[in-house]
Every structure is written in C-alpha cells, then in structure tokens.
Nanobody
Framework: QVQLVESGGGLVQAGGSLRLSCAASGRTFSNYAMNWFRQAPGKEREFVAAIKWSDGSTYYADSVKGRFTISRDNAKNTFYLQMNSLKPEDTAVYYC????????????????????WGKGTQVTVSS
C-alpha cells in the first residue's frame, strides 16, 4: 500500500522557519517527482515545489522561491520542505504528492498530474 505521510507542521511566528517531511513508502519512487502543494482556507490548492527523485532537479513557485528549499534523502525515502522567512500568507495545509511522469526541461517543470497524495499537515504563521 502506497503511503505519503507528512509531518513537521505547526505554529510559527512570521520570519520563523519550519521543516516539513514527507515519508514515502509502498513502492519505488525513483522515476517520480515529489511535490509539495498547499491550500489556504477559501483558496484553491496551489503548487509549491517539486524535486525529481532520481537526480534532484528542483522547481519552485515564484511565491516561495528564495525562501523555501525542497530536498530528499534517498536512504530514508523521505523528502523535505525547508521553509524560511515565513509569512502569514504561507498559512495553509501543506500536502505532499507524487508525480509519476515528470518533465524537467530548460528550468521548468511540466506535470500530467499527481498519482499519490498525503493527507496534509497544517502550517500556521502568526503576524
């Protein structure tokens, strides 16, 4: 059974940092891109960052570029989202997801959609 399990969410003051983790199990993800999405109250789910499991290629939404870093630990089958300089507008439920057919080309990332999703972890940034 494939599982993506997020952890690391919580309450932090503006300007602070959090690191989210997503533990992946149940299959091999070597050809996948692992993603972070977020959904704020009353808003649509939005893409945050992606990393290609095989070679570590990354891609970020403009709203988090320079503040967030996505990484992976192959030995632990876990990937991370380090979030620095957090803002109140970063408040959301953060989800990890797995893309089975990613394309990273010329600095961009193209996706046909996610195959697996985690259940989410709440991040709240107070002002």
């Amino acid at each position: 059974q494939v599982q993506l399990v997020e952890s690391g969410g919580g309450l932090v003051q503006a300007g602070g940092s959090l690191r989210l983790s997503c533990a992946a199990s149940g299959r091999t993800f070597s050809n996948y891109a692992m993603n972070w999405f977020r959904q704020a109250p009353g808003k649509e789910r939005e893409f945050v960052a992606a990393i290609k499991w095989s070679d570590g290629s990354t891609y970020y939404a403009d709203s988090v570029k320079g503040r967030f870093t996505i990484s992976r630990d192959n030995a632990k089958n876990t990937f991370y989202l380090q979030m620095n300089s957090l803002k109140p507008e970063d408040t959301a439920v953060y989800y990890c997801a797995a893309d089975p057919n990613p394309t990273f080309y010329s600095g961009s990332y193209y996706s046909w959609g996610m195959e697996y999703w985690g259940k989410g972890t709440q991040v709240t940034v107070s002002s």
